[in-house]
């Protein structure tokens, strides 16, 4: 390695830089090389070089790399923000059974927590509750939520009501808050319309609902669905965390045209059956307690070959004998069975 040098003066500056190689500024591979073919491989060589011809042959960023490093444009740093946890642990002077005293020794953590949140005007979308004991291994308690949270009187009582379900290996000696990475808190005025009227949003009982129910079934009980690129209709949604949507969307968004205009690749029911569901047939036409009625024309869907899951089905919307419509299909492939796969709302 070279000896380190200290530059007081700016014109001394370029003369330190030149001998200098191009690796030393980070640039991508495929630049080092074209300009290595070119017989450029040091700083003052490529300082040598036409600035309009380097800019439209490397691009302007690594001209301004150049300049930002000989002094030609001011060289900005972004200030470095650490992301700010909430962490703190209280030791108890006796040991703990009850699942009421444990939630009344959190109360003065949970008071700093409501602090923290409220000067910093962020929220938390997961808060953790470690119970320690005298020889388990630490209880975990993990609330989920579904908007960024920081009022202390909903964060206790939903915290309570997962205490209440957990089951206490020993006594607590030790509690502990941990938060994940705040989430800054947008406000807002109310709709002047109720929910559900005149394109009114979903209220804020939404998700005070879902953290509820998430606090008192667990985590896993309730979710969201999101939709995934794919052909295949199994493979098109997936779970993800539920998420409540306050937003009130524009009229316009909301509109969209009448369900008989739409092509038959939009015609999805909202209920997939698990695994398709063998029809019975008469005269190559499917039943289902009685004969079922086609509407419209067939959707053909044939993809996965390049997985091993490939598929090659002509869907339908059929009709039953009570009205309730279906969402069925043919194989195209011998022996050209019917199957239920979804039905309609």
């Not at 699942?99 to 005007?121: S, T, V, W």
Request: charged share 30%; aromatic share 8%.
């Amino acid at each position: 390695m070279g000896q380190p040098f200290v530059v007081t003066e700016l014109t001394r500056l370029v003369g330190q830089l030149m001998p200098l190689p191009l690796a030393a500024l980070r640039w991508s591979d495929e630049t080092l090389e074209r300009l290595a073919r070119m017989g450029v491989r040091t700083i003052g060589q490529a300082l040598r070089l036409p600035r309009a011809g380097f800019a439209r042959r490397f691009g302007t960023d690594s001209l301004a790399t150049l300049d930002r490093l000989t002094g030609r444009s001011p060289d900005l740093r972004d200030r470095f923000h650490a992301r700010e946890r909430f962490r703190r642990r209280r030791e108890l002077s006796y040991e703990l059974e009850s699942h009421d005293a444990i939630l009344a020794a959190l109360e003065p953590l949970l008071a700093q927590l409501g602090k923290f949140l409220e000067a910093r005007q962020c929220g938390v979308m997961r808060l953790e509750c470690l119970l320690r004991h005298r020889h388990a291994e630490p209880t975990s308690c993990v609330l989920g939520l579904a908007t960024p949270l920081a009022d202390v009187r909903r964060l206790t009582e939903l915290l309570g009501e997962r205490l209440g379900a957990l089951t206490l290996p020993e006594p607590v000696r030790a509690c502990e808050l941990r938060s994940s990475s705040l989430v800054l808190r947008v406000f807002s005025s109310n709709s002047v319309w109720q929910p559900g009227e005149h394109g009114g949003g979903a209220g804020a009982e939404a998700p005070e609902l879902i953290e509820r129910l998430r606090a008192r079934f667990g985590p896993e009980a309730v979710y969201g669905l999101q939709v995934l690129p794919g052909h295949r209709p199994e493979n098109t949604w997936g779970v993800r965390e539920p998420v409540a949507e306050l937003e009130v969307k524009g009229r316009s968004r909301a509109r969209r045209a009448p369900e008989t205009t739409l092509w038959p690749a939009f015609r999805r029911p909202m209920w997939l059956l698990p695994m398709p569901r063998l029809l019975s047939e008469r005269d190559g036409l499917p039943r289902r307690r009685g004969p079922l009625r086609l509407l419209g024309e067939a959707e053909r869907i044939e993809t996965g070959w390049w997985d091993g899951g490939d598929i090659a089905r002509d869907y339908y919307t059929a009709l039953n004998l009570h009205g309730v419509r279906l969402w069925i299909y043919r194989e195209r492939a011998a022996p050209h069975r019917w199957f239920l796969h979804g039905v309609f709302g």
